[in-house]
């Protein structure tokens, strides 16, 4: 009997370098009970299925633009999980920031370029078969031609915000819809909004509780979700967000601890978080759906 989840997993679609057989064929062997194929505003699965004993759940993590209580702008990322599947009319919103993601590819390649960098769009684009434009898959490019050794190292030393004379605002090229707004449609299209990674984004506690109380408010709709279980983070940073979860689905009602790897391909175990994080969401979702 398969048992465990893991609803945060990205694919060549995106910036992942596992195609979806191969996510599967993994998460059978594995014998996961649900999984998630969760590509950048990307659509890449559209219907629910079942393969052996693994369910597999349609998904997107969505890119959301944050205003932060200094009044800067940030992004952070909704997952959007679909039991029901996407409907096939419906377009990516990928589609939406193709010039845009193209122009923010190509400035990030003009600034490494200028640090001496051997880079250029074309070379990067025939590293990987993924097919989102940004930093991932330039680190990918970096890490082949042996200039880090890590994704890590990659940001740290070239494409973060620990390189400022380097790092390229995503904000500045792409006009991503506000969080509320990514929220009201992930609830348009009978989707369950999950908060990816929050301890991700800030170091600052009230910023963090901020973001989570703006996901909250963001919908009268349940249920809702928050990544407590992720996959880098320790145990003292799990127990942590689990309770700000209880506390803040005492105040708003409807708010579940779910769970991921955010695995990149086979150098990222998949999680085996407990498959009632899902079936708990599943759950609301259906009296939501039923009322």
Same mark, same amino acid.
Request: charged residues 25%.
């Given at each position: /009997? ?65 205003? /932060? ?61 993924? /097919? ?160």
């Amino acid at each position: /009997m398969n048992k465990g989840c893991d609803l945060h997993i990205h694919s060549t679609f995106s910036d992942g370098s596992s195609d979806m057989p191969d996510i599967i064929e993994r998460a059978i062997n594995e014998k996961l009970k649900y999984i998630s194929i969760t590509d950048h505003d990307l659509y890449s699965v559209r219907t629910p299925g079942k393969i052996a004993d693994t369910f597999i759940i349609p998904g997107c993590e969505y890119s959301a633009k944050y205003t /932060m209580a200094n009044g800067n702008t940030t992004i952070v990322h909704i997952i959007g999980l679909f039991p029901m599947g996407i409907p096939e009319p419906e377009k990516s919103l990928a589609d939406r920031y193709t010039t845009q993601r193209e122009a923010y590819f190509s400035a990030i390649i003009h600034k490494l370029q200028g640090a001496g960098v051997d880079i250029d769009s074309d070379r990067v684009k025939n590293t990987t078969d993924s /097919m989102l434009l940004g930093r991932a898959i330039i680190a990918q490019y970096l890490i082949k031609n042996e200039y880090v050794h890590t994704f890590e190292e990659a940001f740290k030393q070239y494409l973060g915000r620990e390189r400022p004379d380097l790092f390229v605002d995503e904000t500045k090229y792409i006009s991503y819809m506000a969080l509320p707004e990514i929220v009201s449609e992930v609830i348009r299209l009978d989707g369950i909004p999950v908060l990816c990674h929050p301890l991700l984004y800030f170091d600052d506690d009230k910023e963090l509780k901020k973001l989570i109380q703006t996901f909250c408010e963001s919908t009268t709709q349940r249920p809702l979700g928050i990544e407590v279980f992720y996959g880098s983070y320790t145990d003292k940073e799990r127990s942590f967000l689990l309770d700000l979860c209880k506390r803040y689905d005492q105040i708003y009602g409807g708010l579940f601890p779910s769970g991921g790897s955010d695995s990149h391909g086979p150098d990222t175990p998949l999680a085996h978080e407990d498959e009632q994080l899902f079936e708990n969401m599943l759950e609301a979702y259906r009296n939501r759906r039923n009322c």
